[in-house]
């Protein structure tokens, strides 16, 4: 089964440091999500990406955090300086959205904690 | 703007009685989607349903079924006999340009 593979699963750093996250989509979709998900905010879309191109970002802290696809099998969120607010589960989903009407797999999420 | 409410953040029931979660949504589209997810406690959300805007038609899958009724903006999902199984957090979720998903409700199944 094809499966969107996100790396690390579990990531303890401590305030300041850089943190990647890295995501691989399933081949053959064309758009990539983030999203951070925590107890307080639930799910929050934090920036997507179709055929490679950002679409949308608003909802990502621009100071510190960054989004990029460069190519079509890696996709990568890095937040620098990180801080404790950041601790979260963040989410990795792809899908073929050819009208906006397909689903969204998701990987298994990486588990941020910045101390 | 888009937006998804999931009034009730955790429910319990006892096995084999139904549940229903509740979807409210706000859009100003006319074309948009609609969209049922299931976060069991491995984490990794797992699509169950698609409703587009036009299509109001009620659905039943084995014991899930989802009432959508544009006329009050709802988008309902209900378990029939519900199991142990069932336990998990459920989100909602609207597409039009993008996926915005609600809070999320928490089931909790009892043996």
């Known amino acids: 089964d094809a499966r969107v593979t996100q790396t690390p699963r579990h990531k303890v750093t401590e305030m300041g440091q850089e943190v990647t996250m890295r995501c691989q989509p399933i081949?053959?979709?064309?758009?990539v999500f983030w999203y951070r998900q925590t107890m307080m905010q639930g799910l929050e879309l934090l920036a997507y990406?179709?055929?490679?191109?950002?679409?949308?970002d608003s909802g990502m802290p621009k100071d510190r955090f960054s989004a990029e696809m460069p190519d079509a099998t890696l996709a990568t969120l890095k937040i620098q300086p990180s801080e404790p607010r950041d601790s979260a589960v963040y989410f990795c989903?792809?899908?073929?959205?050819?009208?906006?009407?397909?689903?969204?797999?998701f990987g298994e999420g990486s588990r941020l904690t910045v101390l | 703007a888009q937006k998804v409410t999931q009034a009730q953040t955790e429910i319990s029931v006892v096995e084999k009685e139904d549940v229903t979660l509740d979807c409210v949504y706000e859009?100003?589209?006319?074309?948009?989607?609609l969209f049922w997810y299931k976060q069991p406690p491995s984490g990794e959300l797992v699509f169950l349903i698609r409703?587009?805007?036009?299509?109001?038609q009620n659905e039943i899958s084995g014991r899930y079924s989802w009432n959508f009724q544009k006329s009050t903006s709802s988008f309902n999902f209900t378990i029939t006999a519900s199991q142990v199984v069932d336990s998990a957090v459920y989100f909602c979720a609207n597409l039009r340009l993008k996926y915005i998903f609600g809070t999320g409700t928490r089931l909790k199944v009892l043996a």
């Open positions: 859009t100003r589209d006319t074309t948009y989607y």
């Open positions: 990406f179709r055929n490679r191109a950002p679409l949308d």
């Open positions: 081949l053959g979709h064309n758009t």
């Open positions: 409703r587009n805007s036009f299509d109001e």
């Open positions: 989903a792809s899908g073929q959205l050819t009208s906006w009407a397909g689903e969204l797999f």
